[in-house]
Structure formats: structure tokens, C-alpha cells
């Protein structure tokens, strides 16, 4: 077996479907030891055991932590790093669209607290594991939809007023773009390297936490989606869109 990644260890959130798991288990498959991340402790039981099982590689754990909770974050964070003095790939991946605004347990957003704040916290928590390892990588997966919105509303980030899932999305999605710009600049000089993607349209579990006709239409429309081993296979090898100026 080809274990290019053997001895290094790779994290990967929002591990339990879709483009997260396969991309624990291309990792795995690769000989990393792969920590997924899931909020769910039996859904990241089972996808340790499929990747285990498809891959034969049994360094493949799996943390259970609620990504749109500060507390638990920070909790994950030091679980990971009491286990792991090095962390060689960070793979910020958890994220969802919600149709209807909802906040967290913290009171903060969902879109804006799991798919922005959850990548900022965890990253800046991990940076002295990262930095620790002979070449690290962030990777954080935005999506094509950050071409949707043309700047951060500062002013209201959490759409107390006017909120539509669309736009807090696109959002959310512009301001993983802007974060992987800027941690670039701040990590300039150092052996780690931050990335940030669009997968392409991937048939997974996205959207479908929505009821309604939402819901319903994104699981129609993914029947043209690619499949989530291609969708990781173009995460991997796309270069990040010209047009991704923070
Ligand atoms: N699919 C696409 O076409 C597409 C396109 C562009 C970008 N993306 C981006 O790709 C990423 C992955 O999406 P996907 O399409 O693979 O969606 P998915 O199938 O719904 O998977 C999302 C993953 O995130 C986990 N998650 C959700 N909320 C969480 C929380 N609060 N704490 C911890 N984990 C949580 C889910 O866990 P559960 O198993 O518990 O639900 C699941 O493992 C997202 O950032 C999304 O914005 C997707």
C-alpha cells in the first residue's frame, strides 16, 4: 500500500458525510493517523469503522464536538493537542446553510458561528501544533458561493435584521476566503501554509437539515451533483480561483 502520509496526522471537522469522510478516509487511505471531528457520537463511531474497514488503517479516531459551540471547541482543541504535540493538516470542513435564521447555544448565528467563527477559533487554537509540524497545511472549504456576496456586513455580521440563508451563506463563505487570506499573511515566514477551496457541486448531506421546499429541492438538484470521491478529488487538486482576493 502507498502510505505517502504515514507519520503525520491530519484533522478533519464535519467528518461524518459527505466531503468530510472522504476526505478522512483519502487521508487515511494515504497512511495518515486522521482525527475526524463529528457532533454526533454515533455517527463518528461509524464512519471511524467504515474508514477503518475500507482503508486498514487503524489510526483513525474520531472526537465528538458541537462545532457551533465555543466551549466545545476550545474543548476539542485541547483534547486534540493533550493527544498530539504535532499537527501536520488541518481540514476546516463543517459547515451547513440554514434556511431560516437560528442561533447557537452561545446566541451567535448559526451560519456565522459554525461556518466562520468554528474554522477562526479552532485554527488559532491549533496554530503552535501546527506550527510544530516540518510543513503544515490549512484547508479551509469555502465554496463558489462567496462570489455571491461582495463584501462582510460589518455592521449586522449576524442578519439580526433581513436575514436570508442565501446571503448568510455566501457570507459565510466570502469571510473563509478573507480569513485564509489574511492567516497567510500572518503566518508569511513560518512551515505553515493556509488554503482555502471550493469543491464543486457535491452530492452530500448539504441542506437537507432544512425542511420545506428547500430541502426538497437541494436533494433534486444533487442528483446532477458530482459524487462526494469526485467532489474530494477536485478539493484536492483545484488551485484556488484567481478571483479569491480577500
Ligand atoms: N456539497 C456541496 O456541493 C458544497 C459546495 C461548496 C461548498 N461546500 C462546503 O463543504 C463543506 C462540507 O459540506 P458537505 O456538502 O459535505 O455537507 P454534509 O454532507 O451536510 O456534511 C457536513 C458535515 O459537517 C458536520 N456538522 C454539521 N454541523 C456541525 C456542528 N455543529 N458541529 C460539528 N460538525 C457539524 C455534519 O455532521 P452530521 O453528520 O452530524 O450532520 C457533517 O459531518 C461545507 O463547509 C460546505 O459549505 C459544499
Not at 510543513?135 to 479551509?140: C, D, H, I, K, L
Not at 462582510?152 to 480569513?179: M, R
Request: hydrophobic fraction near 40%.
Amino acid at each position: 500500500m502507498d502510505t505517502p502520509l504515514a507519520g503525520k496526522t491530519c484533522i478533519v471537522t464535519g467528518a461524518t458525510n459527505g466531503i468530510g469522510e472522504v476526505t478522512a478516509q483519502a487521508l487515511a487511505q494515504m497512511g495518515a493517523t486522521v482525527i475526524g471531528v463529528g457532533r454526533s457520537p454515533a455517527r463518528c463511531a461509524d464512519s471511524a469503522a467504515r474508514i477503518k474497514a475500507a482503508t486498514g488503517n487503524a489510526q483513525v479516531e474520531y472526537v465528538v464536538a458541537d462545532l457551533s459551540v465555543q466551549g466545545q471547541v476550545r474543548r476539542l482543541a485541547d483534547e486534540i493537542k493533550a493527544r498530539h504535540s504535532r499537527i501536520d493538516v488541518l481540514v476546516n470542513n463543517a459547515g451547513m446553510y440554514f434556511s431560516t435564521r437560528q442561533t447557537s447555544p452561545d446566541g451567535i448565528e448559526m451560519t456565522w458561528a459554525l461556518n466562520l467563527l468554528n474554522y477562526f477559533l479552532l485554527t488559532n487554537l491549533l496554530l503552535d501544533a501546527l506550527k510544530a509540524a516540518p510543513a503544515a497545511r490549512v484547508v479551509s472549504v469555502s465554496s463558489g458561493a462567496h462570489e455571491g456576496a461582495k463584501q462582510i456586513n460589518f455592521a449586522d455580521p449576524e442578519f439580526k435584521t433581513g436575514y436570508s440563508g442565501w446571503t448568510a451563506y455566501n457570507q459565510s463563505k466570502l469571510a473563509n476566503v478573507q480569513f485564509t487570506y489574511e492567516l497567510a499573511r500572518r503566518l508569511a515566514g513560518t512551515r505553515v501554509t493556509a488554503n482555502a477551496l471550493h469543491p464543486g457541486f457535491v452530492a452530500t448531506g448539504f441542506g437537507h437539515n432544512n425542511g420545506g421546499l428547500m430541502g426538497v429541492g437541494m436533494k433534486i438538484a444533487q442528483r446532477v451533483g458530482a459524487r462526494p470521491p469526485k467532489g474530494r478529488r477536485r478539493a484536492f487538486t483545484w488551485p484556488v480561483h484567481p478571483k479569491w482576493k480577500a
